[in-house]
């Protein structure tokens, strides 16, 4: 009878495979056409569907053009392809089949995309292969934006900056240098040879002055795919689900400079200024030789001072809230225990880094950075704690004090992570330090992430439809590391806030953990199955046969996105981790609190009215009903002029205007609500009919921006105006 199984199990897979036909399918190519003549042209392919295709070491055994076969094959993860394709000179013109095969242990898989891809003949318009790229720039540096093509005939180039011609900006790249607060704002590139033209992508430009920046800017996690609860989807669109999670949102994108000397970093978001590496004793390897403890990790800093590193004598140890500025969520979780197709937390364009010294008996994973961020409570029942991030695999957690740390020193950025909230009494909260404005009570109830990025999304909440669930650098900013149910009875949140209490696993009346919309990727079968979530509670594990607080109120962790908590260990009463050495609790359902402003939306706009999707939909609640044209409001100024002005299409009072105003010491101090990717000028007169500017453009940090200014004459007036002010007109001031 086993002769025949062989058999009987390569018919079962053809039989699944024939049934599966079309259910794994490739979603985008890129480009989707090329010239015949066109020579090492990098061909993109993203797929998608049931069954997910193999994991991401595993590297297909063909992917063609038709009959064309690519080479150079590279994947960045389980569902982008990248191959390398020489179109010939003398292929026959036409839609090409693009088809990705990969061998399995079942046997072949075959990836395929009807029609896919176009082969021109040489008398075609160029095909634009690289397109502009988005970037956020301080005044005074410079930013190059690029346009490749693929033609087999001369090619001129036209850019565009608002719609409006560059004049001398014909080359294939547009270089801007030095930057002013004028050059914000989309840019594109028209390319043409003799048979017609292509057009780019739009590209933003960001300006940003150090001057203006919040005091509490947060990087953005630097997640930029989107997921469900299995792995990487194409973008979610209005009306789908897994809508509004972070790999949809851009924040302050990271924006690192390296010394000359390669000895410091300096975070132009934070203006924090970082030591490179971690390799503490100088010898060239980051290993277990270069860890300290917390208070070894001082004495260090203390030399770094008394040798004046880098040139700088202010060094010193960083918070929880500082090192965790530097955690970049497209890293791959390392858990697994092999540096097999993981990836650090951290950019190692900039910082060395270094995973566990398992030669020396550590764990891949132990790749600890110190903070001076302690517990105020204690873990494992008794033990003192000081928060550390893990950047290997992905997470803070109170560590014993006694353990040792990889330890990178920080300075500059003083002021950074602490916060400045105001009640709003509206039941929302605004952090005046990062310009973010939050719900000031949970939802009340735990939920799965997919229902979390729901009732986000769709929450109305305080006149205000643009909330979303905040992503992990944003949920961490509120932490108050001086709180926790032990020693304060509360959550660790500052009071203005109200998080529902909850009874934990131990029976303890305990606070609960909170989703982010960051997706934490691992190299299991499902990389996207967990999402990240706070602890603002206990970090409860269920440790030598005993629930405990084993991570801190103030850990980061992730939980599985959704499934069943029965298919998880159970001790009374709760389900936990059977393979996490702590025994992590299992939650799956967590709360939610929303946040508004900080980060951009994506610029989708299927009607083409120049109004985006997601503008319309938290005015209208449909994605493609306001009229640019219309006004809503009734204020004489049109739905796209209101957008282009930062100003609410559904309020006629919502003129750009002082929402506070303090005056003492001879200064005067006010606030205005402000939109993202929009500048202000502020103005003075003493007569209100001369104004004249008194600041350089400033960057929205929305809701509200503040400013502090101390005037020469009395009395002075103030106007604060977009700037530059939109070409349509509206409502600037």
Not at 395 to 407: A, H, Q
Not at 408 to 413: E, F, H, P
Not at 554 to 581: E, F, I
Not at 685 to 706: M, Q, R
């Amino acid at each position: 009878m086993n002769r025949f199984l062989p058999t009987f199990l390569s018919l079962l897979w053809l039989a699944a495979a024939s049934l599966l036909q079309g259910q794994t399918f490739i979603s985008d190519v890129t480009p989707s056409s090329a010239a015949t003549g066109a020579s090492a042209l990098t061909v993109d392919i993203t797929m998608g569907g049931m069954p997910q295709p193999p994991p991401a070491d595993r590297m297909p055994t063909s992917v063609t053009i038709g009959e064309l076969a690519g080479t150079n094959f590279s994947r960045d993860n389980r569902n982008h392809v990248a191959a390398t394709f020489d179109i010939p000179a003398d292929m026959a013109l036409g839609d090409y089949d693009v088809t990705v095969v990969f061998t399995t242990p079942m046997g072949e898989l075959q990836i395929i995309a009807e029609a896919a891809f176009s082969v021109t003949s040489e008398d075609a318009p160029p095909v634009i292969t690289e397109q502009p790229q988005s970037a956020k720039v301080p005044v005074g540096r410079a930013i190059t934006f690029r346009c490749q093509v693929s033609s087999t005939s001369a090619v001129t180039y036209q850019w565009y900056h608002r719609n409006v011609v560059l004049e001398g900006a014909i080359s294939a790249s547009l270089t801007i240098d030095p930057v002013e607060g004028l050059n914000g704002g989309p840019y594109y590139c028209v390319a043409t040879n003799e048979f017609g033209t292509a057009e780019t992508n739009t590209a933003f430009l960001e300006v940003f002055s150090d001057a203006y920046l919040p005091v509490y800017a947060i990087v953005d996690t630097n997640q930029t795919r989107t997921y469900d609860d299995v792995d990487s989807i194409a973008q979610p669109v209005i009306g789908e689900p897994f809508i509004g999670q972070d790999g949809q949102y851009t924040g302050n994108v990271p924006f690192y400079w390296p010394s000359d000397d390669g000895l410091t970093v300096y975070d132009n978001i934070t203006r924090l200024t970082w030591t490179q590496t971690t390799d503490t004793n100088g010898d060239g390897e980051i290993d277990i030789n270069d860890k300290m403890t917390l208070q070894e990790a001082q004495a260090y800093v203390d030399e770094l001072n008394a040798e004046t590193y880098g040139g700088f004598d202010d060094w010193r140890l960083p918070s929880i809230k500082e090192i965790y500025s530097l955690m970049d969520f497209s890293g791959v979780d390392a858990s697994g225990m092999s540096q097999q197709n993981v990836r650090p937390f951290i950019d190692t364009n900039f910082f060395a880094f270094g995973y566990g010294d398992v030669d020396n008996g550590e764990r891949v994973i132990d790749a600890q950075y110190v903070s001076t961020t302690q517990y105020v409570s204690t873990v494992f029942g008794n033990q003192q704690a000081v928060f550390g991030l893990n950047l290997a695999d992905g997470r803070i957690k109170g560590y014993p004090l006694n353990l040792d740390f990889y330890v990178l020193a920080v300075r500059g950025g003083m002021g950074y992570g602490v916060n400045q909230f105001v009640d709003n009494g509206d039941g929302t909260i605004t952090d005046r330090a990062t310009g973010l404005m939050w719900q000031q009570a949970d939802n009340g109830e735990a939920m799965g992430w997919g229902e979390a990025l729901d009732y986000a999304f769709d929450l109305e909440h305080a006149g205000y439809r643009d909330w979303r669930l905040p992503n992990a650098k944003e949920l961490q900013s509120i932490l108050d590391y001086t709180r926790s149910p032990d020693t304060t009875s509360s959550p660790a949140i500052d009071p203005l806030f109200t998080l529902t209490a909850i009874t934990n696993e131990a029976g303890q009346i305990d606070y609960p953990w909170l989703w982010t919309s960051t997706t934490h990727l691992n190299t299991a079968e499902s990389p996207a199955a967990h999402a990240v979530y706070f602890c603002f509670g206990r970090g409860m594990g269920y440790f030598n046969d005993e629930w405990l607080d084993v991570h801190g109120a103030g850990a980061q962790r992730s939980d599985p996105k959704s499934g069943v908590l029965a298919d998880y260990p159970y001790a009374p009463d709760g389900y936990y981790n059977g393979n996490a050495g702590q025994g992590d609790a299992i939650r799956i359902d967590n709360f939610v609190l929303c946040v508004r402003g900080g980060a951009r939306p994506p610029f989708a706009d299927a009607d083409e009215d120049e109004l985006p999707d997601w503008y319309e939909y938290d005015y209208t609640g449909a994605a493609t009903s306001m009229e640019p044209g219309g006004d809503d409001d009734g204020d004489l100024f049109t739905n796209l002029q209101e957008f282009r002005a930062g100003t609410f299409p559904d309020d006629a009072q919502s003129f750009i205007k002082t929402i506070g105003i303090t005056n003492e010491d001879g200064s005067v101090t006010f606030r205005w609500a402000s939109s993202l990717d929009k500048f202000y000028r502020v103005y003075e007169s003493t007569d209100l009919e001369e104004f004249t500017p008194v600041t350089d453009p400033i960057l929205g940090a929305p809701p509200v921006n503040e400013i502090t200014l101390v005037p020469d004459t009395l009395p002075t007036f103030y106007r604060v105006q977009v700037s530059p002010p939109p070409s349509a007109g509206g409502p600037g001031e």
